[in-house]
């Protein structure tokens, strides 16, 4: 299982920097992503890292503001120039096989961290 946090309320324009660990101990084997699921809306992969660093976004919705980063224990994503569209629960997701975007292919996640951005 993995933890979420760094979630909260701010204002358009504002950074915001989302954490995630695993209660077991180190993910430094793992391949980790971020997905977010806005209101009315499915589940989106955001951004993904490998284990040596390798990132990967989802430009479409990121547009160059967020960052993904990682060390043996967490996983990060920092968001900067926040918009109201980015509201949305926030999802880690860690896998020890599966590279890829689709988060059928993920075998564990968290339960996420609710993300508000007010205009």
């Known amino acids: 299982q993995l933890v979420e946090s760094g979630g909260r309320l701010v204002q358009a324009g504002d950074s915001l920097r989302l954490s995630c660990a695993s209660p077991g101990g180190t993910i430094s084997a793992y391949f980790m992503a971020w997905f977010r699921q806005a209101p009315g809306k499915e589940r989106e992969y955001v951004a993904t890292?490998?284990?040596?660093?390798?990132t990967t976004y989802n430009e479409n919705s990121v547009k160059g503001r967020f960052t993904i980063s990682r060390d043996n224990m967490k996983v990060y994503l920092q968001m900067n120039n926040l918009e109201p569209e980015d509201t949305a629960v926030y999802y880690c997701?860690?896998?020890?096989?599966?590279?890829?975007?689709?988060?059928?292919?993920?075998?564990?996640w968290g339960r996420g961290t609710q993300v508000t951005v007010t205009s």
């Open positions: 890292i490998t284990k040596s660093g390798r």
């Open positions: 997701a860690a896998d020890l096989i599966y590279y890829g975007l689709d988060e059928s292919g993920f075998g564990s």
